[in-house]
C-alpha cells in the first residue's frame, strides 16, 4: 500500500462594512478563527502552532492571500475585544462548507464567530476541478493516554466521463494527545472503480477497531488482457494504531491471485 503525505493555507484582506445579516442566521459572515490569545505572544505561538501543522491540508486548500492573518479582535466587528486572534479567513455563512468542514476535522479546534463586517475571504480547493466530498471524521480515544486518532476521509469529485467512473479516495488518520496537540499522521491513497464496471482498480473498506485504531481493507484487480478468463488480484489489510508513542501500520497480504497465462489465457 502507498503512503503518501496529503495535503497550505497563507497576510491582507481589508475590513468593510456590509449588511447585517436576517435575525437567526448569525451573521452575514463567519471568521474562521485558529487561536490566539490575550497577547501578541500567545497569538505568534498559535501561528508556529500553524505552521507545524499545515500540511495536513495542503494539497487540498489553500487559504485566501494574506492569511492565516493576525487581528486585533475589537477590530472586526462580532468578536469580543481584548484578543489577539489568529484567522483563517471570512467566510459567507453558506460559502466553502465543505472547505470548512475539512479544516475542521484536520484541526478540530478551529471555530467561528459570526461577523458583520468583512469581505470574502474564504479557503478554497487548491486546483480547479480539485472539490471533494468528506466523509463523516470518526474519532477513537486509545487506552489511558489522552491520544484520540481520527479517521478522515475525503473522495475528489471528478468530471462526469462516459466509461471512466473511477475516484480517488483519501484516507488519513491523525493523533493528537489529550491538550490537542499533534502527534502525526498515517496517509493511504487510492484509486477505485465502482463495482460492476468491470475495470481494473482497487476497492478500499475501513472498519473501526476497539483493539486497535482502524483497519484498512484494499483489494485490487488488474487488467490482464482480452484473452484472459482471469484477474489477477490481491487483497491486503491494514491495521493502524498507537503503540504509546507513535502511529504504526502494519500491513498483511490476505490474499494474492497471481495470473498464469498457460491455464488462464487463450491461445
Not at 1 to 9: A, I, S
Not at 245 to 250: D, F, S
Request: net charge neutral.
Amino acid at each position: 500500500m502507498r503512503y503518501v503525505v496529503p495535503f497550505v493555507l497563507l497576510s491582507a484582506t481589508s475590513v468593510v462594512a456590509s449588511t447585517p445579516a436576517p435575525e437567526g442566521q448569525g451573521g452575514e459572515y463567519v471568521a474562521v478563527i485558529w487561536g490566539g490569545g490575550k497577547d501578541a505572544e500567545a497569538a505568534k505561538a498559535s501561528v508556529a502552532k500553524w505552521e507545524s501543522e499545515r500540511e495536513l491540508v495542503a494539497k487540498a486548500l489553500v487559504l485566501a492571500e494574506g492569511f492565516p492573518k493576525t487581528v486585533s479582535s475589537g477590530s472586526v466587528p462580532g468578536l469580543n475585544p481584548g484578543f489577539e486572534v489568529v484567522l483563517l479567513g471570512f467566510c459567507r455563512s453558506d460559502e466553502s462548507a465543505v472547505q470548512r468542514r475539512l479544516l475542521k476535522a484536520y484541526h478540530p479546534f478551529i471555530y467561528e464567530r459570526p461577523v458583520t463586517q468583512a469581505v470574502s475571504a474564504c479557503p478554497k480547493w487548491k486546483e480547479a476541478g480539485g472539490e471533494r466530498v468528506l466523509q463523516e471524521p470518526a474519532m477513537l480515544k486509545v487506552g489511558l493516554s489522552g491520544v484520540t486518532l481520527t479517521r478522515v476521509v475525503s473522495q475528489l469529485k471528478p468530471p462526469v466521463s462516459l466509461g471512466d467512473g473511477r475516484v480517488v479516495l483519501w484516507l488519513d488518520v491523525v493523533a493528537r494527545d489529550a491538550a490537542g496537540k499533534y502527534l502525526g499522521k498515517v496517509s493511504m491513497e487510492d484509486e477505485r472503480s465502482p463495482t460492476g464496471m468491470g475495470m481494473e482498480g482497487c476497492d478500499t473498506t475501513l472498519e473501526p477497531s476497539r483493539k486497535t485504531a482502524f483497519v484498512v481493507t484494499r483489494r485490487c484487480t488488474y487488467a490482464a488482457g482480452a484473452a484472459c478468463n482471469f484477474l489477477p488480484s490481491d487483497t491486503t489489510r491494514t491495521v493502524v494504531k498507537w503503540d504509546g508513542q507513535k502511529l504504526v501500520e502494519e500491513d498483511k497480504v490476505i490474499e494474492k491471485r497471481e495470473l498464469n497465462y498457460d491455464r488462464d489465457c487463450a491461445e
